[in-house]
């Protein structure tokens, strides 16, 4: 995902909005207004007016945008262009208000998932505005497109052991140190939830970790949820549910790009990345409802529903996470249909101990427009996860509140909540809209890339 070099040549796209459009049709050569009039242009919010050449003078282009202070303003609304201007080189010209926002929507909208078909057309090209960081949005665009691509790709080309080697090439490719524990190892190494939860697939689950950069650098780790494809266990989905777990992985592919971004900028930063990685299938040695499993942390934990598998993973996970002691350890799961229910896809929830690092995080969502909502780790719920006959049960009786039990019951396994955020993600957007192409979505990365290379230079200034 790149930007060109900036040239004088491109065509320029100016930006305005309908009092702006007021004022400049006035001027417009007669070519260009006739042209405007005959098509309706009114600077309606994304539409576009394109003027070719004429009698020597240079094309113009407009594009219509909301208002100053509008209440539905869209930050991304300049990724219309990546779908709507013809092939050619671009460049953004008067009235853009904030063109590193820009370009970057341009290159999230430019976005196709091409592994299985070719390009259907040429696309637009757009210069690298002058004065920007185009390094950082030429790296989160690219970070993007990664994980994108790892959510689009189908569990039969995506499966635990390629999953597993996508972050063992990303890892190499940085010169981060990594290993993996296949199969039977998880039991020998102390993760037999990982291990009871992918055992009856045809490929074995794993665990991949990876380690980066400096020891004396703020301490961040990443958790992704890797279920390659989730049918549901044996208390198994109907078809209807069943048709977008492939994205079941979204939460490793989130961590992924953030990984990528974070390794790509070099910060004074020592990232751990842990990815549980399974496949949630049905064999003869498929874990069953009312099993009990002693987990990593050593808290027994009986199993409620097959089809809950997900916090089961990423309890060893942010168990073996919480053993390092972290500054920062966050964690990404598509996690519960509760969640959208609340929510929607586009807003994912997040969980945190701390009220400071939840102000952060949201005023960071809201900084690059990555949304996200914070719902409370409501401790009266807490108690429904108290088990009977084991330590803890993975679900509660009824059907209520069931993503904030499911962070409650992750809470159970992080030893400092106050350094922990659990984010609730979907990773997929059900149709298209400016920087948010159909199809897989990496959700909060953007903003937690912005939040920790705050945290780390500012803590490497001290």
């Known amino acids: 995902m790149k930007l ?3 040239s004088a040549a491109a065509t320029a796209v100016d930006f305005v909005d309908k009092a702006g459009w007021a004022r400049e049709k006035e001027s417009l050569p007669a070519l260009v207004a006739a042209l405007a009039a005959a098509s309706g242009f009114e600077a309606k919010p994304g539409s576009l007016l394109i003027a070719p050449a004429h009698d020597g003078a240079p094309p113009r282009v407009f594009f219509g945008v909301e208002e100053e202070g509008a209440k539905k303003r869209d930050p991304f609304l300049a990724g219309k262009l990546a779908g709507a201007l013809p092939p050619g080189l671009y460049r953004l010209g008067a009235g853009v208000a904030d063109p590193q926002t820009a370009a970057l929507a341009f290159l999230l909208s430019s976005y196709a998932f091409s592994r299985y078909v070719s390009p259907k057309a040429e696309k637009p090209r757009l210069c690298a505005p002058e004065g920007v960081g185009r390094a950082r949005i030429e790296r989160i665009a690219s970070a993007v497109a990664l994980g994108r691509d790892l959510v689009n790709t189908p569990a039969n080309d995506m499966g635990p052991e390629a999953l597993a080697e996508a972050a063992l090439a990303l890892a190499a490719r940085h010169g981060a140190q990594s290993r993996v524990i296949v199969g039977e190892a998880l039991l020998a190494e102390n993760f037999p939830l990982i291990h009871a939860v992918g055992r009856a697939a045809a490929q074995a689950p794993r665990l ?10 703020l301490k961040v780790t990443l958790v992704g949820k890797g279920v390659c494809f989730d049918s549901g266990g044996l208390d198994i989905k109907p078809s209807s549910a069943m048709a977008l777990m492939k994205k079941d992985m979204g939460g490793a592919a ?6 990528s971004m974070l390794m790509d900028s070099a910060l004074p930063l020592r990232l751990r990345v842990l990815l549980p990685i399974v496949e949630n299938s049905i064999s003869s040695n498929a874990f069953r409802t009312s099993d009990i499993y002693r987990s990593r942390k050593g808290l027994t934990v009986e199993i409620g529903n097959t089809d809950a598998e997900g916090r089961l993973i990423l309890a060893d996970a942010l ?4 053993e390092d002691q972290p500054d920062l350890l966050f964690n990404f799961a598509t996690l519960t249909g509760a969640a959208r229910v609340a929510l929607g896809p ?3 929830p997040f969980y945190t101990g701390d009220d400071a690092l939840a102000e952060d995080i949201a005023a960071c969502g809201r900084a690059v427009n990555d949304p996200v ?5 409501w401790d009266n719920y807490d108690s429904g996860l108290d088990g009977k006959i084991s330590d803890v049960v993975s679900v509660t009786s009824g059907g209520f509140s069931g993503s904030i039990v499911a962070a409650l019951f992750l809470r ?20 298209t809209k400016p920087g948010r192409p159909e199809g897989g979505e990496v959700q909060s990365a953007r ?5 920790i290379e705050k945290r780390a230079n500012e803590r490497a200034a001290t």
Do not use: I, K, Q
């Open 254 to 259: 989130t961590t992924l790009s953030l990984a």
């Open 208 to 217: 991949v970790e990876f380690t980066h950069g400096p020891a004396d650098g």
């Open 346 to 348: 586009e807003l994912p």
């Open 319 to 322: 168990a073996y996470a919480s």
């Open 373 to 377: 909502w914070r719902l409370p780790l």
């Open 4 to 6: 060109e070099d900036w």
């Open 447 to 451: 903003l937690l890339y912005d939040l």
């Open 412 to 431: 159970r396994f992080v030893s400092d909540p106050a350094r922990w955020a659990h984010f609730d993600v979907y990773c997929w957007n059900p149709s």
